[in-house]
């Protein structure tokens, strides 16, 4: 069965204030830049007929700017610290980054990944297709080739299918990232996973939920001749997973993020076989967050 994780304690009340006022001044930063960000984005649309490649360029220098802006503000003013371990990966691969998601503090722990590989700036995601109308975040993936999906694959085919192309096409530096969970991980969703794995005589995972195929597949398929890599990333923390507002109070200290290296050559041609492949990986996934919980680190870990 799962294992139950004390809750991460709460600041006091005193504590509470002093990390509003320590964080504000950030946030607030952080908050006006990105609707400045939004501007410029818009006034980037001027080059596009000019240049797609200098348009696109220009906005992936914004995003890795203000996201750079990002973890900077997470390692010095919340106290983040994301400790590495697992395969050692080449700088400016392009990659399928394939991530566990428990809670928003995993964002930030792939966006420490990233800068250190060169790809802050080059991060695409899957997003839910209602937030490109968010002020901020929305409106800037729209300008990053994010892929805005409506949760029914026979609807998102054809546009995933035409950004894939243009990926190809214009030669666009990426890591796509995918949590092919869904959705975030709670215990009641776990529980609806453990009974669909007993329907389908699948693994019983106790860690992560059952991975949703069809979107990897395609992105691997798809995608195949442009990608170097799949990143199999275990992000895990001590205790129970941060809340987006507990990482805004400095109460995630230490995030672990660990990472298994596979070339895209020597992954399954067939879609049937690489949807077997990705449930083998989380398997494994389950069995490697099992061990951290165990010991508190993951194997072969050397901090």
Not at 38 to 60: C, E, G, K, T, Y
Not at 79 to 99: C, L, Q
Not at 144 to 171: H, N, Q
Not at 216 to 224: D, Q
């Amino acid at each position: 069965m799962p294992q139950q994780h004390p809750p991460l304690r709460h600041a006091t009340t005193w504590k509470h204030v002093l990390a509003l006022l320590k964080t504000l001044p950030t946030l607030v930063f952080l908050g006006t830049t990105l609707l400045l960000v939004n501007l410029f984005q818009v006034w980037s649309l001027l080059l596009r007929p000019i240049s797609q490649r200098h348009f696109r360029a220009f906005n992936r220098y914004l995003a890795d700017t203000w996201w750079g802006w990002c973890v900077v503000a997470a390692r010095r003013v919340h106290g983040m610290d994301v400790r590495i371990t697992g395969d050692e990966i080449p700088a400016r691969e392009n990659a399928i980054v394939v991530a566990n998601h428990q809670q928003m503090p995993d964002i930030m722990c792939l966006m420490f990944l990233a800068r250190t590989k060169h790809r802050l700036g080059d991060l695409k995601w899957f997003v839910k297709s209602q937030l490109k109308w968010v002020p901020g975040v929305g409106w800037g993936m729209q300008f990053l080739d994010c892929i805005f999906v409506k949760r029914s694959w026979s609807r998102d085919k054809e546009s995933i299918s035409r950004t894939f192309s243009r990926f190809a096409d214009y030669d666009i530096p990426i890591w796509l990232v995918s949590f092919v969970e869904g959705t975030r991980f709670t215990n009641p969703k776990l529980q609806a996973a453990r009974d669909f794995a007993r329907e389908r005589e699948l693994f019983l995972p106790s860690h992560v939920l059952l991975p949703r195929t069809k979107g990897f597949t395609a992105s691997v398929l798809g995608l195949r001749e442009h990608l170097d890599a799949v990143y199999d990333i275990t992000i895990a923390y001590p205790g129970q997973p941060p809340t987006l507002w507990q990482y805004a109070q400095g109460l995630v200290p230490i995030a672990h993020v660990h990472i298994r290296r596979y070339a895209m050559a020597d992954l399954p041609v067939s879609r049937e076989d690489l949807a077997a492949w990705l449930l083998d990986l989380f398997q494994g996934k389950d069995e490697l967050l099992e061990y951290f919980h165990s010991h508190g680190a993951f194997p072969c870990a050397d901090y």
